[in-house]
């Protein structure tokens, strides 16, 4: 099954709103990484949250890490039309102590912003 | 401009036949992944490579095949005992496979090739 878990698995708001998207895992991870996908498009990576790390920011991004519940949120704020798209989040397990880096991917959020 | 190319963008292919994805990155990464995706789902990994001249099964690897002669190529065969090879297929890079730095691991796509079996 998949590492990670996305919810919601589709989300409409208005332009202007803040959007909030879910992930869930399994394992023990090294870091969870959220990407953004356009539609027919290849996957552009947005930002990167180490396991020791609780909280980050990219520009209207921010995302949060929790290990105890083993969940993610990412948030994009004021949101825009052109935030339409598919955000996927992946992790990277640790392995017996040894950490590589072969992600395993959710399911994504599909976001609708609407003008 | 640094980054990953596949070709062709769509293919179509009878059944029976093998098709071969090319995919070629000028970024100087040592990993390369191969991964499918499916209508509405997320990536499943089919094959990476960690280093030229090596590479290991991902998760659905049955019916592909793929080499790494060259650190900047890897091509991927869909072969025709693949049973639903209906796909959008996605080649990425990142610097390293080993988490020996942080972000070593952020892949770089490429735009896709979509395969239609008909």
């Known amino acids: 099954s998949q590492q990670g878990e996305e919810d919601p698995q589709a989300l409409s708001i208005q332009e202007g709103e803040n959007a909030t998207m879910n992930c869930s895992y399994k394992t023990s991870i090294n870091n969870l990484q959220w990407y953004r996908q356009n539609s027919g498009r290849g996957l552009v990576h947005l930002i990167l949250i180490r396991s020791n790390e609780r909280e980050k920011h990219s520009g209207r991004l921010r995302v949060t890490l929790d290990t105890s519940k083993k969940s993610s949120s990412l948030l994009i704020t004021a949101s825009r039309a052109a935030d339409t798209a598919s955000y996927f989040c992946?992790?990277?397990?640790?392995?017996?102590?040894?950490?590589?880096?072969?992600?395993?991917f959710g399911q994504g959020t599909i976001l609708t912003v609407h003008p | 401009d640094g980054g990953i190319t596949q070709s062709p963008k769509y293919l179509f292919r009878k059944e029976g036949q093998n098709v071969t994805l090319s995919c070629e990155q000028n970024?100087?990464?040592?990993?390369m992944y191969w991964y499918r995706q499916d209508p509405g789902q997320g990536l499943r990994l089919i094959y990476y490579?960690?280093?030229?001249?090596?590479?290991q099964k991902g998760d659905i690897a049955e019916g592909y095949s793929v080499s790494r002669e060259k650190k900047e190529s890897f091509p991927l065969t869909v072969t025709s005992a693949q049973k639903n090879p209906t796909a959008f297929y996605l080649c990425a890079s990142s610097e390293g496979f080993w988490l020996d730095r942080s972000g070593a691991n952020v892949l770089t796509f490429g735009a896709g090739s979509r395969l239609t079996v008909l």
């Open positions: 490579s960690q280093i030229v001249n090596d590479f």
């Open positions: 970024l100087n990464h040592d990993a």
């Open positions: 992946a992790t990277a397990a640790n392995a017996g102590g040894t950490s590589y880096g072969k992600l395993t």
